[in-house]
C-alpha cells in the first residue's frame, strides 16, 4: 500500500482514501470516520469536503465547487445548497467559522483548506498474499526442538515467520492454547471528599493532603473551606463568594467580585493583589501569577502582572504551568455558553497548540510531568469526560464515566482532584398573584430565551444531551402544553407578537435566521464584515430587531436591522460597548446598556448616542428590558436568590417587582436568562443546577 502527503495530487493520481487529524475519509463509499467511528455527512457535502481536502491550500472557488459538485444540468439553488455543504461540514469537523482549522471561507471568492497536509491513500501495486501462520512446534524443554528440521527447510520456516503477538494461538503437547495476555491496567480509585448537598464551584490541592474549595451546601451562602484527604468534616476559612485560584505552603489565592486577593491558611485578612481580573493562575512556588483581565473594555493577558502579552477571547479558566513557562487557557467561543477550546501559550504569549471546539468544556490543569494540560470537556452535551492536550496537540482520552465531571487540580505526584457532577438548567414561569410557578423544563438543559408580550408563549433552547450537537429551539406555551419543536440553533429571541424567533446557527454564526412561529418560510440576515452574530433580540414593532457581532478582531458592534429588508444601521456605542437584551424604549429612540464595565445604567439615543445616566440606578444593577411601565433591572453579580427592580426613567422612582427565590436552593448555581412580559405582570427565568460530589483520585495516567 503506497501513501503520499505532497500538497496537491499529482495528474492522474489516484487514491482512494484521505486522512487529516485524527479524520479519515474513504472515498469509494462515502464515508467519513473520526477516530475509527463514523461521522454521519450527506454525499453532497462529503464530495465538497473531498475537493477541499484534495487541495490543501488552494482557494476553490465557488465556481469550480459548482463544476464539480453540482454539473451542467443539475438544477438547485446553488448559493443555498453550498452554505448548507459548509454547515454541515464545520459541524461534522467540529470547526468554526470565526476560527477555522480546516475550512476558510473567503467571502465572495470561495474556500481554502487550512487544515494542514492530507495524507492521500492510493490503491495497491501488488496483490500479496497474506502469510499462513506456521505453528510453533513444541520443545523439549531445553528450548530446542522436538523434531529435528532438515536443513534444506530451516531457512524457508525463517521467510514465512508471521510476528507473535499474546493472542497467537500455539501448539502445546496438550493441544491449541493460548497465550496468556498481559494483565489488564488497575482502575483509578476514587476518594471520597465532601459528603454534603449542594456544589463546588472550585477547588485546589493544598499542602499536606489537604484540598481548599468553594461550596454551597443545602442553599446557603458559598464559603471557603479546608479539609484534609479522609476526613469527614472540613473548617471554614471565612471566605465567601470567591473562586479558588491556588494554594502555597501558607496561603490561598483566591478572586472574588473582579478583585484577586491573598490569605493566610491558617486564618486572617486578604491583601488585595490586581482589580479587574476574570482569571487567574500562580506558580508552584507562589511567585508570580498570571491573570486575564478588562482594561478598556477589552480582556487582556498579563504575564507578570502588569506585563500585557495582548487581548484575547473570554475565558473560563486559565492555569499557569509549574516552572511559568506556559499558560493554559479555557477559552469561550460564545457569550454565555461553555462552549470552547483549550489552548496553550508560551510565555510571552506565543500561540503554541490548540484543541478543536468542545460543546461543554469546564476545569483544566497541568499533568504531573508538565507535558501536557488535562481538562474535562464533552464534545456533545455536558457530559464531560477527562482529555489530555500535549504539547504537539494531540488529544487523548484519559478517563471516561457516566455523568459529568469537572477537573479541579492535579498534584506533582498525578493525583487527581476531581467533581462529579449533576448538572441541569431548569425553566419555571410565573405571573403575578399566583403562588407557585410552572415547571416548563423540557430535556436536560432548558434555558429560556424569550417570551411574547403577553406572556403566553417562551422560547426555550436545550443546550445539552437532549439538545443535540447543534442546540435545539422550542415555543412553548405558559399553559404547560407540549413545546412545539423550531429546529436547530440557538434561538435568542421572540417577537413580543410570538409571530418570529430569531435563531442564530450553533457552527455557522456567520448569520441570523428569522423563523416563522408558524406557517412561513425562515429568512436569513448577513452583518458585512461580521464573522460572528453573537445576540439578537425584537423591538417593540416587531419588525426591527437588534444584532450584536464580532468582527476576525474581537471587535463588537452593534446594529438595528430591518426584518424585511435586512439593512442594517449601526448604534452610537463607545468601543468596546454592545447590546445583549432588549432594552429600547418603546418608542424605540433609545436604549439603556450599563455605562462601562462594572459602571450605572446610562440611556443612549439611537440615532447620536449621548449617553445619560439613569437616575435611581445603582452600580450594581444592569438593565434588560424597557417598557411602557419602566425599565427592568437585575442585580450584577449577587447570585441566588436575586431581586427584579424597576425604575421610572422619567422620575427615578425605583421599585421592587418581584424576588427569585428557588423551592429547593440545594445546587442552585446560578439565575441564567430572565424573560419578562409587558407591564411585568408574567415572567420566566433558568435555573442551573449543580449537585457535586469531589473526589481524590489515584491511578489516573
Known amino acids: 500500500m503506497g501513501t503520499e502527503t505532497s500538497s496537491r495530487p499529482r495528474e492522474g493520481e489516484e487514491f482512494h482514501t484521505l486522512r487529516f487529524g485524527v479524520f479519515e475519509m474513504d472515498i469509494r463509499s462515502g464515508e467519513l470516520r473520526r477516530n475509527g467511528n463514523l461521522v454521519r455527512l450527506q454525499p453532497q457535502p462529503f464530495k465538497v469536503l473531498a475537493l477541499l481536502a484534495s487541495r490543501p491550500g488552494d482557494v476553490i472557488t ?128 476514587f476518594q471520597r471528599v465532601t459528603f454534603r448537598r449542594g456544589a463546588v464551584i472550585s477547588a485546589r490541592f493544598a499542602p499536606e493532603k489537604q484540598v481548599v474549595f468553594v461550596a454551597s451546601w443545602e442553599g446557603q451562602p458559598w464559603a471557603m473551606h479546608l479539609t484534609a484527604v479522609g476526613a469527614r468534616e472540613s473548617r471554614a ?32 485578612p486578604p491583601r ?39 487581548e484575547t477571547p473570554p475565558v473560563g479558566g486559565l492555569r499557569l504551568s509549574r516552572d511559568g513557562r506556559m499558560i493554559a487557557l479555557a477559552e469561550r467561543v460564545m457569550l454565555q455558553d461553555d462552549r470552547g477550546r483549550v489552548a496553550i501559550l508560551s510565555a510571552n504569549g506565543k500561540r503554541l497548540v490548540e484543541t478543536d471546539e468542545f460543546a461543554s468544556l469546564d476545569g483544566l490543569a497541568w499533568s504531573p510531568a508538565g507535558d501536557e494540560v488535562w481538562f474535562t470537556a464533552a464534545r456533545l452535551g455536558a457530559e464531560n469526560q477527562l482529555y489530555a492536550l500535549s504539547l504537539d496537540g494531540r488529544v487523548r482520552t484519559l478517563y471516561s464515566a457516566m455523568g459529568r465531571l469537572v477537573l479541579h487540580d492535579v498534584s506533582p505526584d498525578g493525583t487527581v482532584l476531581l467533581e462529579r457532577t449533576a448538572l441541569r438548567a431548569e425553566t419555571f414561569f410565573r405571573r403575578r398573584g399566583e403562588t407557585t410557578e410552572a415547571d416548563l423544563s423540557w430535556l436536560d438543559v432548558s434555558g429560556v430565551e424569550g417570551i411574547t408580550a403577553d406572556g403566553s408563549t417562551v422560547l426555550i433552547v436545550e443546550s445539552g444531551e437532549g439538545g443535540g450537537p447543534d442546540y435545539m429551539s422550542y415555543l412553548r406555551r405558559t399553559d404547560g402544553s407540549l413545546p412545539v419543536k423550531l429546529g436547530p ?213
Open 237 to 268: 476559612l471565612g471566605v465567601e463568594m470567591a473562586e479558588v485560584v491556588a494554594a502555597s505552603a501558607t496561603e490561598v489565592a483566591f478572586v472574588r467580585g473582579g478583585t484577586l486577593a491573598r490569605a493566610p491558611l491558617a486564618g486572617g
Open 489 to 701: 440553533g440557538k434561538g435568542t429571541a421572540i417577537s413580543p407578537d410570538g409571530k418570529w424567533v430569531l435563531v442564530i446557527p450553533l457552527h455557522d454564526p456567520d448569520h441570523v435566521e428569522i423563523v416563522p412561529a408558524g406557517p412561513g418560510e425562515p429568512r436569513s440576515v448577513t452583518i458585512p464584515g461580521a464573522v460572528r452574530h453573537d445576540r439578537a433580540g425584537w423591538l417593540s414593532d416587531s419588525r426591527t430587531f437588534y444584532v450584536t457581532t464580532r468582527d476576525e478582531k474581537w471587535k463588537w458592534a452593534t446594529w438595528l436591522v430591518d426584518a424585511e429588508s435586512g439593512e442594517p444601521r449601526r448604534l452610537p456605542l463607545p468601543e468596546g460597548r454592545m447590546l445583549m437584551f432588549e432594552t429600547f424604549s418603546p418608542d424605540r429612540t433609545q436604549f439603556a446598556i450599563p455605562c462601562s464595565d462594572m459602571g450605572t445604567t446610562c440611556v443612549f439615543d439611537t440615532e447620536g448616542g449621548d449617553p445619560r445616566p439613569l437616575q435611581g440606578a445603582s452600580k450594581e444593577w444592569y438593565p434588560i428590558k424597557w417598557d411602557s411601565k419602566g425599565i427592568y433591572l437585575r442585580e450584577r453579580g449577587h447570585g441566588v436568590p436575586e431581586t427584579i427592580r424597576r425604575i421610572d426613567p422619567r422620575t427615578g422612582q425605583v421599585e421592587v417587582l418581584f424576588e427569585i427565590v428557588p423551592r429547593d436552593p440545594a445546587g442552585a448555581l446560578a439565575i441564567g436568562r430572565v424573560a419578562i412580559a409587558d407591564g411585568g405582570d408574567a415572567w420566566a427565568y433558568s435555573l442551573l443546577r449543580r449537585l457535586s460530589d469531589l473526589y481524590v483520585v489515584n491511578g489516573l495516567r
Open 272 to 310: 488585595e493583589v490586581a482589580q479587574r481580573v476574570v482569571a487567574a493562575g500562580w506558580m508552584a512556588d507562589a511567585s508570580e501569577f498570571a491573570v486575564v483581565r478588562r482594561a478598556n473594555n477589552r480582556l487582556h493577558l498579563e504575564y507578570p502582572i502588569g506585563h500585557d502579552l495582548g
Open 62 to 189: 465557488r465556481e469550480e465547487i459548482q463544476a464539480e459538485v453540482w454539473p451542467a444540468g443539475t438544477f438547485v439553488d446553488f448559493e443555498q445548497s453550498l452554505n448548507f455543504c459548509v454547515r454541515q461540514i464545520r459541524s461534522a469537523l467540529g470547526d468554526s467559522a470565526i476560527s477555522p482549522r480546516y475550512v476558510e471561507t473567503l467571502p465572495r471568492r470561495g474556500y481554502r483548506w487550512v487544515g494542514g497536509t492530507v495524507e492521500r491513500v492510493g490503491p495497491p501495486a501488488t496483490v500479496h498474499e497474506w502469510p499462513r501462520p506456521v505453528p510453533v512446534e513444541p520443545t523439549n524443554g531445553n528450548g530446542a526442538s522436538a523434531h529435528a528440521l532438515a536443513p534444506s527447510a530451516k531457512p524457508a520456516l525463517k521467510r514465512r515467520f508471521v510476528l507473535v503477538t499474546a493472542a497467537v494461538l500455539v501448539v502445546g503437547a496438550a493441544g491449541w492454547m493460548a497465550l496468556p495476555r498481559p494483565p489488564p491496567p488497575s482502575p483509578p480509585v
